[in-house]
């Protein structure tokens, strides 16, 4: 009986960035033979077991469809390996919602344009939009000397300016993007990368 068993995948997770998803696991050792992988879904509307178009394939790693697209799903994915007539038992992951579960990166930073008193920033957000969407920008914002007090505002437009600054001071600010949804706690991003400029003078 157990010849006729394979070891199942390990490591299986669901990795999502920016609302992009995607499976993974840790390949499956055997002596010879190729390995293939099988992989299924159901949501927490239909409690049916679906395949996705990852049946018998060689990667270690699954994109959702785009049929998985809704944000608000509650998705649970398994995975098994499979050689020959041989099959492993399903691994199964923890249900999954998109809008709880994805890790959204730093808004891009097009432009900024600096005078003696602010700086005037635009930006464009790490993922395409969805109706209803309520992004607000948390800016922190310090002066680049030693002792350093930072700052915060929070915008919801994509251009937006840091005011009340010192003439001829550097500034160094980083951005994050928070998610609101129905959902709390809310959506937070990750940080951008500091950027600094200094200011002109009058």
């Known amino acids: 009986e157990s010849s006729l068993h394979l070891p199942a995948p390990k490591d299986v997770m669901i990795y999502s960035y920016n609302f992009r998803s995607l499976l993974r696991w840790s390949p499956v050792k055997v002596d010879r033979g190729l390995v293939l992988y099988t992989v299924h879904f159901k949501t927490g509307a239909y409690n049916q077991w679906e395949e996705i178009n990852c049946t018998r394939i060689t990667q270690t790693e699954c994109n959702f469809p785009w049929s ?6 509650t998705v649970v994915l398994r995975v098994r390996a499979e050689l020959g007539q041989m099959t492993s038992d399903w691994v ?5 919602v998109a809008e709880r579960n994805t890790i959204i ?3 891009k930073v097009n432009s900024v344009t600096v005078s003696s008193g602010s700086l005037l920033i635009s930006v464009t ?3 395409r939009s ?3 969407d309520l992004l607000q920008y948390h800016v922190s914002y310090w002066e680049n000397a030693t002792s350093t007090t930072e700052k915060e505002i929070k915008m919801s437009n994509t251009v937006f300016k840091i005011t009340d600054l010192k003439e001829l001071t550097l500034y160094c600010f980083r951005i994050q993007v928070e998610l609101r949804t129905h959902l709390d706690p809310q959506l937070l991003g990750l940080q951008s990368a500091p950027e600094c400029y200094r200011t002109t003078i009058s």
């Open 92 to 96: 199964k992951t923890e249900p999954f």
């Open 105 to 107: 990166g730093p808004p």
């Open 68 to 73: 998985l697209k809704e944000r608000c799903w």
């Open 130 to 132: 969805e109706a209803g």
């Open 125 to 127: 957000p790490p993922f």
